[in-house]
């Protein structure tokens, strides 16, 4: 069964705009992690964010976590049209130790 | 370059038909796993293996059996090949060391006509 859930489903902007994406999970996590996948390829791993973390930052990626709704953003700031990718979230729940992948959300930045 | 890589890239199989996916990691990963993926379901867990020498079942583990050959090769066999196997297949390795992630191949895209 799915853990995380992304949302929206697919989201469409244009160059130099931000991209946010939530993710939302059921069970308790120890840390929560998103991936990039371009077209025809394998996942890449972007951004890890521990439970006891609220907020981390990697270049233009922001990530926030909020344990108590049990949801996680993924923001881009200033897109360009190589972030063109879906964006998967994924959760190590606790107890387990495999990752449980989200649907997926489809970003498509257009110049 | 260091990474995942899995072969064949692309297989058409026949209904029945076994085959073999195979997977190879050069990062000294201790954890080896292998996902399908199909259209509006993500990522799913088919099996993994913690350490050499173990396998565990996925969520979704029937029709598919595994074998971690040693530390860098992990085998996914389909013993009799069905659509619903229609898929992309990932291999993935990870190391203990979780702030890295999962390292992913590049897929194997298998059909099964």
């Known amino acids: 069964s799915q853990q995380g859930e992304e949302d929206p489903q697919a989201l469409s902007i244009q160059e130099g705009e931000n991209a946010t994406m939530n993710c939302s999970y059921k069970?308790?996590?120890?840390?929560l992690q998103w991936y990039r996948q371009n077209s025809g390829r394998g996942l890449v791993h972007l951004i890890l964010?521990?439970?006891?973390?609220r907020e981390k930052h990697s270049g233009r990626l922001r990530v926030t976590l909020d344990t108590s709704k049990k949801s996680s953003s993924l923001l881009i700031t200033a897109s360009r049209a190589a972030d063109t990718a879906s964006y998967f979230c994924?959760?190590?729940?606790?107890?387990?130790?495999?990752?449980?992948f989200g649907k997926g959300t489809m970003l498509l930045v257009s110049p | 370059n260091a990474g995942v890589t899995q072969t064949p890239k692309f297989q058409v199989l026949k209904t029945g038909q076994s085959m073999t996916l195979q997977c190879a990691q050069d990062?000294?990963?201790?954890?080896m796993y292998w996902y399908r993926q199909d259209p509006g379901m993500g990522l799913r867990l088919i099996y993994y293996?913690?350490?050499?020498?173990?396998?565990d079942k996925g969520e979704v583990p029937n029709g598919y059996n595994v074998s971690r050959l040693n530390k860098r090769e992990f085998s996914l066999r389909l013993e009799s090949a069905a659509p619903s196997q229609t898929s992309v297949y990932f291999c993935?390795?990870?190391?203990?060391?979780?702030?890295?992630?999962?390292?992913f191949g590049s897929g194997t895209r298998l059909t099964v006509v």
């Open positions: 993935a390795s990870s190391s203990p060391d979780i702030f890295y992630g999962y390292t």
């Open positions: 069970t308790s996590i120890n840390n």
């Open positions: 964010i521990r439970s006891n973390e």
């Open positions: 994924a959760t190590d729940r606790s107890g387990y130790s495999t990752l449980t």
């Open positions: 990062m000294n990963h201790n954890s």
């Open positions: 293996s913690a350490s050499e020498g173990t396998t």
